[in-house]
């Protein structure tokens, strides 16, 4: 079965700066991957949605990138603010449809 | 207007006691989910149900079970609860099953056995 590994540690970075979060699968190559953020006691939002023959998508400040030799996502947030800090969860689907199956999230922290 | 909404937001209850969640989604979506949340923050599939009928049950004890009375709700009615249930179980729905459309989650229902 498909395992995603997200960085189980909180990511601190100074308000400004740009964030970067990976997301690593490894097993077959999905046909899209997407990205929801979660705040403490809410249920995760969707962010951004890329398919597999996508290399890069683009949301105002947010970047995902989809690498499938590498087995790899990369989630952006550029002149990151406080109100970014959230943990963040990518997702692919499984065999059967639309499934999702998350990762286990990272969380970020943005310091002013 | 919420989109996904869950009740109760908090369930406290004893070991061996039935409850249910309620969930209902007014953005026309044809399929809706059970996902649980434990205390390590990963979300696992427990059901997946697609124009009321059940499509997706990924292991979970015949303990817990869905009911969708249509396509805009569907229940979660847990028997004989035990403690390793307690956790964060979030209701979703998303526009159609084969397509890449993103879930919408409601707020969560923590259940806490004790």
């Known amino acids: 079965s498909q395992k995603i590994e997200q960085n189980s540690e909180a990511l601190n970075i100074q308000e400004g700066k740009t964030a970067t979060l990976t997301c690593n699968y490894t097993?077959?190559?999905?046909?899209?991957l997407q990205w929801y953020r979660q705040d403490p006691g809410r249920g995760p939002v969707f962010l951004l949605l890329?398919?597999?023959?996508?290399k890069e998508k683009r949301k105002e400040r947010l970047k995902v990138t989809f690498d499938t030799t590498l087995k790899q996502s990369l989630f952006h947030i550029t002149a990151s603010q406080p109100a970014d800090s959230a943990t963040y969860l990518c997702?692919?689907?499984?065999?059967?449809?639309?499934?999702?199956?998350f990762g286990g999230g990272t969380r970020l922290m943005v310091k002013p | 207007d919420t989109a996904v909404s869950q009740t109760p937001k908090y369930l406290v209850t004893q070991m061996g006691n039935d409850k249910s969640i309620k969930c209902e989604q007014n953005?026309?979506?044809?399929?809706m989910y059970w996902y649980k949340q434990d205390s390590k923050k990963f979300l696992k599939i427990m059901f997946s149900y697609n124009n009321k009928e059940l499509i997706i049950n990924e292991t979970v004890p015949n303990r817990f079970s869905p009911k969708s009375p249509d396509k805009a709700h569907l229940n979660l009615h847990i028997n004989s609860l035990e403690l390793g249930d307690s956790a964060v179980y979030f209701c979703a729905s998303s526009q159609g099953f084969q397509e890449n459309s993103p879930l919408h989650f409601g707020n969560g229902t923590r259940l806490t056995v004790t």
């Open positions: 953005l026309g979506h044809d399929t």
């Open positions: 097993n077959y190559s999905p046909a899209y």
């Open positions: 890329i398919r597999e023959n996508e």
């Open positions: 997702a692919l689907p499984t065999n059967a449809g639309n499934m999702l199956t």
